[in-house]
């Protein structure tokens, strides 16, 4: 399976950006898809995550109430709709895979994408 994931880009601390994650070769169905970020210097850091077939959605605390983890069937794509954004939240942002159950740790995801730079000037 291949994700690429796009959206990233330059945005003012309080604006808002979509990212989106498509996968090919093998559909999300089943799987849990998630997004991590990755800011120079520190650690892959679990962003949020969803449930394909059943919906249920997961977030980190950093990121709950301002980004909303959502997925299309029929594009067989999960986006990552982040508001309110903080200079912290600068990071290369990755998309993942991995079979149920969901979990924080980037270590249990088996498929990535190249990942997608959001950069948030304050």
């Known amino acids: 399976v291949q994700l690429q994931a796009s959206g990233g880009g330059l945005v003012q601390a309080g604006g808002s950006l979509r990212l989106s994650c498509a996968a090919s070769g093998r559909t999300f169905s089943s799987y849990i898809a998630g997004w991590f970020r990755q800011a120079p210097g520190k650690e892959r850091e679990f962003v949020a995550a969803?449930?394909?077939?059943?919906?249920?959605?997961y977030y980190s605390d950093s990121v709950k109430g301002r980004f909303t983890i959502s997925r299309d069937n029929a594009k067989n794509a999960v986006y990552l709709q982040m508001n309110s954004l903080k200079a912290e939240d600068t990071a290369v942002y990755y998309c993942a895979t991995k079979r149920p159950p969901w979990s924080q740790r980037a270590a249990e995801y088996d498929f990535w994408g190249q990942g997608t730079q959001v950069t948030v000037s304050s």
């Open positions: 969803i449930s394909w077939n059943l919906g249920t959605t």
